[in-house]
């Protein structure tokens, strides 16, 4: 079965700072890969997503995220963050088999200090 | 385009009762998927619903359970509540079980 893990649980960042928040999956078929956004008392919103082709995924907000497959990674990467960016954010999977379903990581949450 | 909403927002219960949650899913969304975020983790999946019926299950008991109306709305019933069902509940609805999913803002249930 598919699974993401995110080994960096709370991460916190001066403005300007740049982030890379860390995902790793396992799984051994075709991959697909989400990263969600979760802003303080708001509903989850996709950031990017990574189904095919170019491994650099361009997300909303100035995010980026790189597959390499190699390191089994789908890192989450801004080159300058700012407050509004504090959030908690998840690595996902989905799984498609008769029903779509989506796996989360345990989520970063970050904090951006002005 | 209405997205979706959840209600009630917060709950509280007491261990044993019953609990059911509300979801109207965004305009055009036939799909209707129900996760459950504890504290400190990413949400699992429940189980979804597409036209009425239940079409996937995560791992959770029978005491978790659903239903999809014929206007696509769901609800989420859970019986005999135990102190680890407090969480958030999501609900995520989409069209034909695709993964561009619109997530509500959650059921917070504190369970006493």
């Known amino acids: 079965a598919q699974s993401v893990s995110q080994h960096n649980h709370h991460v916190i960042l001066s403005e300007a700072a740049s982030l890379e928040l860390g995902c790793n999956y396992s799984?051994?078929?075709?991959?697909?890969l989400f990263w969600y956004v979760q802003y303080p008392g708001q509903h989850l919103q996709l950031l990017l997503k990574?189904?095919?082709?170019?491994?650099l995924v361009k997300g909303i907000k100035g995010f980026e995220a790189e597959f390499i497959k190699s390191k089994f990674s789908f890192n989450l990467r801004k080159p300058s963050v700012q407050w509004s960016d504090t959030a908690e954010y998840f690595c996902?999977?989905?799984?498609?088999?008769?029903?779509?379903?989506?796996?989360f990581g345990t989520g970063t949450k970050l904090q951006v200090i002005p | 385009e209405t997205g979706v909403t959840q209600s009630p927002t917060h709950l509280i219960k007491t261990r044993g009762q019953q609990v059911t949650l509300r979801c109207s899913s965004q305009?055009?969304?036939?799909?209707v998927s129900w996760y459950q975020q504890a504290l400190g983790q990413g949400p699992q999946f429940i189980f979804q619903?597409?036209?009425?019926?239940?079409?996937g299950r995560g791992n959770f008991p029978p005491r978790f359970s659903g239903l999809q109306f014929p206007n696509y709305s769901s609800e989420l019933n859970v019986n005999a509540l135990e102190l680890d069902d407090s969480a958030l509940y999501l609900c995520?609805?989409?069209?034909?079980?695709?993964?561009?999913?619109?997530f509500g803002s959650g059921t917070r249930l504190t369970v006493v």
């Open positions: 995520a609805s989409s069209w034909d079980g695709g993964y561009g999913y619109t």
């Open positions: 996902a999977v989905p799984f498609s088999g008769g029903y779509q379903k989506v796996t």
């Open positions: 990574y189904f095919s082709g170019d491994p």
């Open positions: 305009s055009g969304h036939n799909t």
């Open positions: 799984y051994g078929g075709t991959v697909n």
């Open positions: 619903y597409y036209r009425e019926e239940e079409n």
